[in-house]
Each structure stands twice: as structure tokens, then as C-alpha cells.
């Protein structure tokens, strides 16, 4: 197992356009998170999941956002009509069990440029 | 409104010494505290965590202490080391409510100097 994978690394996409970003979390994790992470802050949360069931979801997530988690196995994070601002390292990780015990493992993003 | 603040962006601190980073948070709630190591490039890195029915947590090299009454924790990292070089972030949560999610501060990017 080589860890929290997203897909892809980079994305550098049109005002307007739509992406979708990929994490394959760690096989045995049935929690997994997705975080925006700007330039000189700290990851911000967007979302959380527990097997296939989206039991959490920020403010920050706003309607043109979408995430699934179909089969409780891969996530995919959706952004429609891209604005300059979504442009943002976009992390997953996932961990076996609430964060209080287990912390995460993050993956290494997903760099968003909107231009 | 930043619930969780990391004061010092960078610290500089000479290969053997100890390097002390600092976190406050001002949610009451608050009752889980983690610090993250990012690397460049790299997702951040679980390091220690602590709950506030402690004061104190060690691993190694690395101790977290928690103030509950002055909302404020800290990393020590003894001896620091080159390889500890990186962005460190403290994170928060609340364990009631069923929430899941952490609150992260803007990190300090520790620099250990040869």
C-alpha cells in the first residue's frame, strides 16, 4: 500500500470550466476527508466521509462543489464553472477511525490553477 | 476569524537546540489538539497529539504541552535535527457533535540551521 493517492498532481484549467479531482484512499481507511489548502494557510476542512455516506460538509463546500464517495472506496472531489478563486491545493486523507485517535494520512494534493 | 493561531510564521533554531513552536485557539470547545509536519510538496504529516484531559504528551524527540486556562500549546522538538526542517501546523477539534473535521492554523515554517 503506497499510501493516500490523488489524482491528478496538477490541473491547470479555464475560468468556468469544470474538474473533477480523484483520491484513492489507504484500502483498509473508511474515513476520508477532503481539504483546501491556500496559499499561507493552514488546510481548510470541506468534507468527510464514512464508508460511502458524506456525514459532514463545510460552508466553505459551496453549491458548485460536489463530492461522492461511491462503494465507500475512491472519492471524487467535482468544481463546476471554475472561479479564480478555487484555485487552491486540494488534499485528501483518510484515516481507520475518528481523527481525535488516529490522525489522518494525507495525500499529496491536488494543485489547482484557475486562469 | 481565525480559531486557531500560529503567531510565529518562521523560526530559526541552531541543529541540537530545541525548537519550541507555539499554537493559541479560542474555541472553548476545543478538546483534541494534533500537530502536522508538511514538507514541501508533500501532504502534511501526522506528528503527536494531545487531549485536554492531559497536560503533557511525549514521543521521542517531540512533546506537546497544553495550557487549558491560557487556550495554548506547544511543540517541543529536542534535539531538532536538519531533517526537522519543514512547515508545522496545529490543529484542533471538537470531539462533540459527532464533527469530524479539524481546524488547522497557518503554520510556522521551522528552519534548523547547521
Known amino acids: 500500500d503506497t499510501g493516500v493517492s490523488q489524482d491528478p498532481r496538477h490541473k491547470i484549467t479555464k475560468r468556468g470550466q469544470n474538474v473533477t479531482f480523484r483520491c484513492d484512499p489507504i484500502?483498509?481507511?473508511?474515513?476520508l476527508y477532503w481539504y483546501r489548502q491556500t496559499l499561507g494557510q493552514g488546510p481548510e476542512f470541506l468534507t468527510y466521509?464514512?464508508?460511502?455516506?458524506?456525514?459532514?460538509k463545510s460552508r466553505l463546500l459551496s453549491d458548485r462543489f460536489s463530492a461522492e464517495r461511491p462503494k465507500g472506496s475512491f472519492s471524487t472531489l467535482e468544481i463546476q464553472r471554475t472561479e479564480q478563486g478555487d484555485s487552491a491545493m486540494y488534499l485528501c486523507?483518510?484515516?481507520?477511525?475518528?481523527?481525535?485517535?488516529?490522525?489522518?494520512?494525507f495525500g499529496s494534493g491536488t494543485r489547482l490553477t484557475v486562469v | 476569524d481565525q480559531q486557531v493561531k500560529q503567531n510565529s510564521p518562521s523560526l530559526s533554531v541552531q541543529e541540537g537546540r530545541i525548537s519550541i513552536l507555539n499554537c493559541d485557539y479560542t474555541?472553548?470547545?476545543?478538546?483534541?489538539f494534533l500537530w502536522y509536519k508538511k514538507y514541501p510538496a508533500e501532504g502534511p504529516t501526522f506528528l503527536i497529539s494531545?487531549?485536554?484531559?492531559?497536560d503533557k504528551n511525549e514521543d521521542g524527540r517531540f512533546t506537546v504541552f497544553l495550557n487549558k486556562s491560557a487556550k495554548h500549546l506547544s511543540l517541543h522538538i529536542v534535539p531538532s535535527q536538519p531533517g526537522d526542517s519543514a512547515v508545522y501546523f496545529c490543529?484542533?477539534?471538537?470531539?462533540?457533535?459527532?464533527?469530524?473535521?479539524?481546524?488547522f492554523g497557518k503554520g510556522t515554517h521551522l528552519i534548523i540551521q547547521p
Open positions: 466521509f464514512q464508508n460511502e455516506a458524506q456525514l459532514e
Open positions: 490543529a484542533a477539534s471538537s470531539s462533540g457533535g459527532g464533527a469530524d473535521g479539524l481546524t
Open positions: 474555541n472553548s470547545m476545543f478538546d483534541y
Open positions: 494531545i487531549s485536554s484531559i492531559k
Open positions: 484500502s483498509e481507511h473508511n474515513r
Open positions: 486523507a483518510s484515516s481507520t477511525g475518528p481523527s481525535l485517535n488516529y490522525g489522518y494520512t
